[in-house]
């Protein structure tokens, strides 16, 4: 009971003291200021509105800007893994060619201001939040899944923003390090805001962990039908990145695993749980309990039979998922600006279609990793087979022979539109986007064993997940006879299992690995094919924070340099 005591006193206290959080809303939220201020269900309201932000559609002028699943191709995109066919209608070329990205571009804006927006409602949630032991289930749900919402949020900003050093002079000896992002609350006064520096990355972790371990302890038992509402899964699920996080960082530079340890008793973090570990391998041990906590709970990897299923290949929620932005038909605004718009070629209404071909491709390289003992592989057009129409009864499609043999070899169709309907946008676009799926925990679960247990433990878990789930002979051997052969082999996987899914930036950024896209046979387009230092972070994988937030916040004295154009 001490700890359940500790959790509602500092809930409650939250919205006893947030005075300072305007409860002013906008359209998109859903619902009026006076609704809000008239309603006994404003947790309710509120908690719907965190939601609703993640599937915004903006009157950005910026093509690619379509809530939380567009930032997920922004992430794919600068990495090595989704060339495009064309790039006449391509809307996020500023993305793969690493050009406009310095704080005063509306490429840079767009990222912040939707984290912030988002993270907005839910201090809004958190600043009407009154748990008690009177308290239901759901509205206890309710927060906990606000709570989640709003600490991936904030991992993501620490991801994106936190510069890491990049091997490139004119950028490295130009920045700061170990500063994250400016840390707004449900206590957050205006005034505060205007003077709010960036956090230095050991708070952030504090500030992280304590909302995880709150939404934990909220979901308890939690495992809500719709898959946009955070449940015990999704909870363990971000504990699983957040300690791979920070382990790989604590053993790539133990100097800042020492500063986090030198902060632990800090008085103005003493509102926050301690991590309390003292090397990266319990992070690690960390990240592989939690991974299996959620293997645990009643999920079950994608079949082939879902994954390649024409009506509901990719944008219907199943048991594999444990997260998802959902979008009914009223929520479908936009045709072409859209998830769906810019990944399924077979939605007439968008770009990646026969009329327009900025459809995505498979990195070539990458899919020389996929062979046909794993059913994944017909997830793209084998270059053997582009062009014959004599093929196309191998692969699962709405297009005719004639049609489909004009995509070019390597071309996906892993995402479909929703119900099937490749010509109303208004159903082709009702979709689930996938945030979070059990594979990733036993990928995770597969690296964190292997950095804390040893290679062979670590290559059995790899092996076991690949032949029960994607190998149909059950032939998959692990090759690695190095801990970095197989993390490379672990982090190959991601790229293949995620593709699409906005996953493999973080694990790029984290671990060093090169992004790569000149190597001959490349299939990038010639205007975006360059690469980044082994051992760095790429350049344009360190966002610029954009110039109203200097504006704004006087605490914002430092920047990270912009990237544009940097590369070899």
């Not at 910026?62 to 922004?74: D, R, S």
């Not at 990205?101 to 993270?119: A, Q």
């Not at 509102?271 to 690690?284: F, Q």
Request: glycine share 6%.
């Amino acid at each position: 009971m001490k700890t359940k005591s500790k959790y509602f006193l500092v809930l409650a206290l939250s919205a006893m003291l947030a005075t300072g959080c305007q409860m002013d809303t906008e359209p998109i939220a859903g619902f009026t200021q006076e609704q809000l201020n008239n309603s006994e269900d404003r947790l309710d309201l509120l908690s719907a509105a965190v939601k609703r932000m993640m599937q915004n559609i903006t009157s950005s002028s910026l093509y690619y800007n379509c809530g939380y699943p567009g930032l997920m191709i922004v992430r794919d995109v600068t990495c090595a893994e989704m060339p495009v066919q064309s790039v006449s209608y391509d809307y996020l070329n500023w993305w793969s060619e690493g050009t406009y990205l310095g704080k005063s571009w509306g490429v840079s804006s767009d990222p912040w201001n939707f984290y912030y927006d988002l993270i907005k409602r839910a201090n809004l949630v958190m600043a009407v939040a009154q748990p008690s032991l009177d308290s239901t289930p759901e509205q206890l749900e309710k927060i906990g899944s606000t709570l989640c919402y709003r600490a991936m949020a904030y991992m993501d900003l620490v991801r994106l923003y936190e510069y890491q050093a990049t091997g490139f002079a004119q950028l490295d000896d130009e920045a700061t390090y170990g500063i994250t992002v400016p840390l707004v609350t449900e206590f957050t006064t205006e005034d505060m805001a205007r003077n709010n520096p960036r956090a230095p990355f050991y708070k952030m972790y504090r500030f992280i962990m304590h909302d995880l371990n709150l939404a934990q302890f909220f979901l308890q038992g939690s495992m809500p039908s719709h898959k946009n509402d955070a449940g015990i899964g999704v909870a363990y699920g971000l504990k699983a990145r957040m300690w791979l996080e920070m382990g790989t960082r604590f053993e790539r530079h133990p100097e800042d695993l020492k500063t986090q340890i030198e902060h632990e008793n800090d008085a103005d973090l003493a509102t926050y749980d301690k991590l309390g570990i003292s090397s990266a391998k319990e992070c690690y041990e960390q990240s592989a309990n939690y991974a299996a906590k959620a293997i645990a709970l009643a999920y079950r990897p994608v079949t082939e039979q879902q994954w390649y299923d024409l009506n509901t290949g990719f944008n219907k929620a199943n048991e594999a998922w444990m997260w998802a932005v959902q979008y009914g038909t009223d929520d479908v605004t936009q045709t072409y600006k859209h998830y769906i718009g810019f990944l399924a070629p077979e939605a007439m209404y968008g770009v990646a279609n026969i009329n327009y071909w900025a459809n995505r491709l498979i990195d070539a390289d990458l899919y020389k990793k996929v062979p046909p003992a794993d059913w994944r592989c017909r997830t793209w057009i084998a270059p053997g087979d582009a062009g014959k129409e004599s093929a196309w009864r191998n692969y699962t499609t709405h297009y005719s022979a004639k049609d489909w043999a004009g995509f070019a070899p390597l071309s996906s169709f892993k995402f479909r539109p929703g119900s099937g309907d490749i010509n109303n946008y208004k159903v082709g676009n009702a979709v689930d986007v996938p945030l979070m799926r059990i594979e990733e925990m036993y990928l995770i679960r597969a690296e964190a064993v292997a950095r804390s247990r040893g290679l062979a433990a670590g290559q059995a878990l790899l092996e076991e997940f690949l032949n029960t789930y994607r190998y149909n002979e059950h032939d998959y051997k692990s090759t690695a006879t190095t801990l970095d052969e197989f993390i490379t082999e672990v982090l190959d996987q991601k790229r293949i299992e995620f593709w699409g899914e906005g996953i493999v930036f973080w694990d790029y950024k984290r671990t060093g690995r090169a992004i790569v896209r000149d190597y001959a046979g490349t299939n990038h387009p010639s205007t975006y094919q360059m690469h980044s230092r082994e051992g760095f972070a790429a350049p344009w994988a360190n966002f610029v924070i954009p110039r109203n937030e200097e504006q704004y916040n006087f605490g914002m004295t430092t920047n990270n340099p912009d990237p544009s154009g940097v590369h070899d």
